[in-house]
């Protein structure tokens, strides 16, 4: 560490307590001069984007006041974010209303969009990293597994984030973009909603939270769109109900006469049903034109990552032959009406009982590469002289790990390897299809 650097650190910040603590590095409450709070962070990684944030200031994310890097460290001293956390929120049973969540989509994907547009990709949003604060402003916090886009990467380099929020592909299988971002914000949604909840946004975390990227929002800009479409057709489709409720209520309250004209037909004539049943199913195209002359501008990101991962040429030719094709056998289904699709399901008693490691390295044997990835693989694993129940949790949280990352791999495979002949509502079903057979195959009755 420079001399005169913490030298600067001692001299002008007051240590309060440790915040956190693990093998990435500590954070610390500290007070300046002034007795003013402020974070002071020590992260065991250089190259974060922790520069680009302090030099554009973005409301979304904590004011950095300082950022050092030396001798593999990076040091940064930022603004003390008042609040309770959204994990908090969920811990105490206290979920987020509709509105609540809604709003803090907006505001996730207006406060996330210029950073995203500089290249920058948080990596880590999850509920504990989201402060709420008064008057329903929301702040995201720590950058510390973030990462700027590079052009023509395969994959991260660096595979952090937090397992359960995080997408397949940024755990070393392919090179994390705004759409991974994207997938986090979906579960963090999903989280922070009652489990019981039904409404418009269910339509939204699904498509956020596709285990194929191509599939999910392909940026900020649209997720918002579709929130506002859909948020505006929900209250619009509850006014109609309230409507219908009062006119049913004078209905039978007034003396009935044979002309009287039928409820049904006062409240919502076939043209109107048939109206609204047609902006719904036309959503994705009628979204934007609605949309844009009643909100503000957006730039969308420009070519902040290939719109799909593709391996070298040599190395696609390779795996036709190795035991990660797993497109070999895949036979495309006849074209079914595209009309009323509804996604393949499975029953509990198809899928395997994968219950331990042993189980799953048994699975994945005839596959040398993910064998030999997976039976040495130790991220969640607890010490042998941890109690029992801490070390059967940590087998339980291992084994789920290598489940979903493995589908992602093999999902990544399977799409990349698709006839380029076929349309997307054929590659859609497709995907479908082979994800499920692969979740009977790896025991994973639930996705995400």
């Not at 609040?83 to 049973?93: D, H, P, Q, T, V």
């Not at 190795?322 to 996604?343: F, I, L, R």
């Amino acid at each position: 560490m420079d001399v005169d650097v913490e030298n600067y650190i001692n001299t002008a910040f007051s240590k309060l307590q440790k915040l956190k603590s693990d093998d990435k590095g500590e954070v610390w409450l500290t007070t300046n001069e002034r007795g003013r709070f402020a974070v002071l962070k020590r992260v065991r990684f250089t190259g974060l984007p922790y520069k680009t944030l302090k030099e554009k200031n973005y409301p979304l994310c904590p004011r950095i006041m300082h950022v050092f890097e030396t001798d593999g460290e990076t040091i940064i001293i930022e603004e003390y974010v008042h609040g309770e956390s959204l994990f908090e929120r969920i811990e105490g049973k206290a979920y987020l209303t509709e509105e609540e969540a809604g709003d803090i989509l907006l505001q996730l994907c207006q406060g996330l969009s210029p950073i995203h547009e500089q290249g920058i990709i948080h990596r880590d949003i999850k509920p504990s990293n989201l402060i709420l604060q008064s008057g329903g402003i929301i702040r995201l916090i720590d950058f510390d597994a973030a990462r700027m886009v590079k052009d023509h990467a395969d994959e991260d380099t660096t595979h952090l984030g937090t397992k359960g929020y995080a997408p397949p592909e940024q755990f070393g299988y392919g090179q994390t973009d705004a759409r991974s971002d994207i997938y986090s914000v979906g579960i963090t949604i999903r989280k922070a909603l009652p489990e019981v909840y039904t409404g418009y946004l269910n339509k939204i975390i699904d498509k956020c939270t596709e285990i194929d990227p191509n599939r999910r929002y392909q940026n900020l800009h649209e997720l918002r769109r579709a929130v506002k479409f859909r948020r505006a057709f929900a209250k619009r489709k509850k006014l109609v109900a309230v409507a219908a409720t009062v006119v049913v209520f004078f209905a039978m309250m007034m003396p009935q006469s044979n002309n009287a004209i039928s409820v049904q037909e006062e409240i919502a004539p076939p043209a109107v049903e048939e109206k609204i049943a047609a902006e719904e199913a036309t959503e994705a195209t009628t979204a934007p034109q609605e949309i844009s002359a009643q909100e503000e501008t957006i730039t969308a990101p420009q070519d902040t990552a290939p719109a799909t991962t593709r391996q070298p040429a040599e190395e696609t030719a390779a795996e036709t032959n190795s035991p990660t094709n797993y497109v070999a056998n895949y036979v495309a289904p006849a074209n079914p009406p595209q009309e009323h699709y509804t996604p393949p399901t499975a029953k509990p008693s198809e899928f395997n009982k994968v219950e331990t490691i042993a189980d799953f390295l048994e699975i994945v044997k005839d596959d040398k590469d993910s064998y030999e990835r997976w039976k040495d693989d130790k991220t969640y694993w607890a010490a042998e002289d941890a109690p029992e129940e801490v070390r059967k949790k940590a087998e339980k949280d291992e084994l789920d790990f290598m489940k979903h990352v493995e589908l992602g791999n093999r999902t990544r495979v399977f799409r990349e390897n698709l006839p380029e002949t076929m349309s997307q509502e054929e590659r859609n079903r497709a995907i479908d299809e082979y994800v499920l057979e692969q979740r009977k195959i790896l025991g994973i009755k639930n996705w995400p």
